[in-house]
């Protein structure tokens, strides 16, 4: 059965706001990492890397607030420290010094990695009835999905 926030569970929201706590986090280690490799791409495809990491970056930048307000609109705190945020994500933060190909793969592994993150946490909002998170991150599952497409593609 659908159910707005306010008529979720106290334990329902809890569990939601963890989860979308973590699609937070990996989506701004993501972010940085993005435009990490983005300041840092050399080599001959420079100018679509360059490009498609500022994609990357603008569209996670975007996509952490609107995580986060689905977590405010179910009366959730956001864990906004940076240190919290890296410490809990499965997305690996990089130095930046490596090659054009190391960064699309490190790329690829996070797109991965925020897809089935958010595709857990779509599972647990459909489980308990919020269709509005489940939504939610399923649109940022196949953004995901299709940036994983496209850096897969560079490694072909």
Not at 22 to 37: G, P, R
Not at 49 to 72: C, G, K, P, S, V
Not at 81 to 110: F, N, P, Q, Y
Request: overall charge negative; some cysteine.
């Amino acid at each position: 059965m659908t159910q707005t926030a306010a008529a979720l569970s106290t334990d329902a929201r809890a569990e939601i706001h963890r989860a979308l706590n973590q699609s937070v986090a990996e989506t701004a280690v993501a972010t940085m990492l993005a435009q990490n490799f983005h300041w840092n791409v050399k080599g001959m495809a420079f100018g679509p890397l360059h490009e498609l990491f500022q994609t990357i970056y603008e569209d996670h930048f975007t996509a952490q607030d609107d995580l986060a307000e689905r977590i405010r609109a179910l009366q959730g705190h956001v864990d906004a420290m940076l240190g919290t945020m890296v410490e809990r994500s499965k997305v690996d933060e990089h130095d930046g010094h490596a090659t054009d190909k190391e960064m699309i793969a490190a790329m690829l592994t996070a797109q991965e990695t925020l897809a089935a993150t958010v595709a857990g946490c779509g599972e647990l909002a459909a489980e308990q009835g919020d269709t509005l998170t489940e939504d939610l991150c399923i649109a940022r599952g196949q953004t995901h999905e299709k940036f994983a497409w496209m850096l897969r593609a560079h490694l072909a």
